[in-house]
């Protein structure tokens, strides 16, 4: 139940990602060409997005629980440090280069464009190196009870 609710909650995202637009690159570059032609789409779907999460995070949170697992599963890491910025700075250049940030891109694999499976692996690879670079702060991150 929760693999099958996990897919249809991915398939609406990448249709509503679809519908707004923001699966061609050319949307979201045009919202970084502020000197150009600028293109204000994408403020409309994250500020759709942002509504949306506020609601349903409002709504979530009344539970003890989430309906699909025994418990919310939350960030243990709540600090800024390098490590953070520099993914976050990966992300924003990744993002305005190709146009794409995670969720588009593999919304945008059906598309069977090669230079989309392309970032979608250069993505995956990021993701697994990251995963495996050791952590210097890791006793500073651990939360304590």
Do not use: H
């Not at 945008?108 to 230079?115: D, E, H, I, T, V």
Request: glycine share 14%.
């Amino acid at each position: 139940m929760k693999a099958w609710t996990a897919l249809l909650a991915g398939v609406l995202f990448g249709l509503g990602l679809t519908l707004a637009g923001m699966t061609q690159p050319a949307v979201v570059l045009g919202f970084l060409d502020l000197a150009g032609a600028w293109n204000p789409r994408l403020v409309f779907v994250m500020a759709g997005a942002v509504v949306t999460t506020a609601i349903g995070y409002r709504w979530v949170w009344r539970g003890q629980r989430p309906w699909l697992d025994a418990s919310f599963q939350l960030p243990a890491v709540r600090r800024i440090d390098g490590r953070l910025l520099l993914g976050a700075a990966l992300f924003g250049i990744g993002w305005g280069i190709a146009g794409y940030c995670p969720g588009p891109a593999l919304a945008s694999l059906g598309a069977g464009l090669a230079p989309v499976f392309l970032l979608v692996a250069m993505m995956v690879l990021g993701w697994w190196l990251a995963a495996r670079l050791p952590d210097r702060n890791a006793d500073a991150n651990e939360v304590k009870p």
